[in-house]
């Protein structure tokens, strides 16, 4: 069992920056694959970065240039630094944790807020 917990949400000024961070509980931790996912209102869930546990990243064509995800193995923790907010990027932010190999785990965090005000 795998609990994550985001932090680092809050109320921002467009153009401003906020680093999420996501605080994973166990030992495997460098077995999962780690994922940032938002939920704005009225929308659905979508997939803003996720960084494999190879270190491959990949990300929203809507954050490229903008967010970066990275990973601390030796403290179980995952970031989303997040730059350039724009209002558009107001919305709960979920953290994901997804192990792949056998037994196939996937795991989310409560989410944290982030607000970004024009």
């Known amino acids: 069992q795998v609990q994550l917990v985001e932090s680092g949400g809050g109320l921002v000024q467009a153009g401003g920056s906020l680093r999420l961070s996501c605080a994973a509980s166990?030992?495997?931790?460098?077995?999962?694959?780690m994922g940032w996912y938002r939920q704005g209102p009225g929308k659905e869930r979508e997939l803003v970065a996720r960084?494999?546990?190879?270190?491959?990243?990949s990300y929203a064509d809507f954050v490229k240039g903008r967010f970066t995800i990275s990973r601390d193995n030796a403290k179980n923790t995952a970031y989303l630094q997040m730059n350039g907010l724009k209002p558009e990027d107001t919305a709960v932010y979920y953290c994901n944790a997804q192990k792949t190999t056998y037994p196939t785990l996937d795991y989310w965090g409560q989410g944290t807020q982030v607000t970004v005000s024009s």
């Open positions: 166990g030992s495997t931790f460098s077995l999962y694959h």
């Open positions: 960084l494999k546990n190879s270190g491959d990243t």
